[in-house]
Each structure stands twice: as C-alpha cells, then as structure tokens.
C-alpha cells in the first residue's frame, strides 16, 4: 500500500452561519485506486460560537465526476458525514475513516452554528493507494 499525504480540497476563509459550500468549493479526489479514504477536517471557531461544522462525503459512482449525490457510508452512527466539535476561539482538527465504493468523492462543509461565521474551513483527504503490480 501505498500512503499518499493529505491533499487540501476545500478551503473556504469564511462559512457563513447556516450555510453550506457548494460542488464548486470543492476539487474532487478519485478513489479509482483507492484501498482506504479519510477526511480531516479543520475549523477555526468564532469565541462566542456555539455549533459545530460538519462535512458531509458526497460520492459520484459514475466516471463524468459530475453527480455527487450519494452519501460514502462511515459506520452505523452517520450517513456520510463527521463533526468537527465547536471550540470557542480555537481552531480544532477532526479526522474520520471512511468506506467506500465510490469512483470520486467531494467533501462539504455545513456551519451548523445559527449566529457566527466559521474561518478558516479545511478538508484535507488522506488516500491509501493499492500498489501498482
């Protein structure tokens, strides 16, 4: 196996309360030779912040990389996504595991908090490759 380093694919300065990045926020990672995935995820939170961020994993099952629609399995407690935990003023890191079956996934994040902004928005993805033979 193959560990390639962790590759930065969203970076948002700003997320709004309530809001959500788009497809377009985010570059896309193949899985085609993928023998495991995890995502990390970096937040900074405003000191009077009170929710946390969440980044969903979309998956395309299709080669055209277009359609991002289907939720990446992470074990019986979620459906395709992971929390950062809120940390008033501080910038946390949370990394989880994911399975797979998919041929590119795109990652977004959700700032669940009602009233502050989040800076400072990070996915990093971290591919185990198959070795070539």
Do not use: W
Request: aromatic fraction near 6%.
């Amino acid at each position: 196996m193959i560990t390639k380093p962790g590759e930065e694919k969203l970076n948002e300065a700003t997320l709004a309360h309530s809001t959500t990045t788009t497809a377009s926020d985010c570059e896309s990672q193949s899985l085609v030779k993928a023998a495991s995935l995890a995502v990390e995820g970096v937040v900074t939170f405003h000191a009077s912040a009170t929710g946390a961020v969440r980044f969903h994993v979309r998956a395309s099952i299709t080669d055209d990389d277009t359609s991002f629609d289907q939720a990446v399995d992470i074990g019986a407690d979620q459906d395709g996504y992971f929390d950062v935990p809120v940390t008033q003023g501080a910038t946390v890191r949370a990394t989880a595991p994911f399975g797979h079956e998919a041929l590119n996934v795109r990652i977004f994040a959700e700032n669940l908090d009602g009233v502050y902004a989040a800076t400072n928005v990070i996915a990093n993805v971290i591919v185990q490759e198959i070795e070539p033979t």
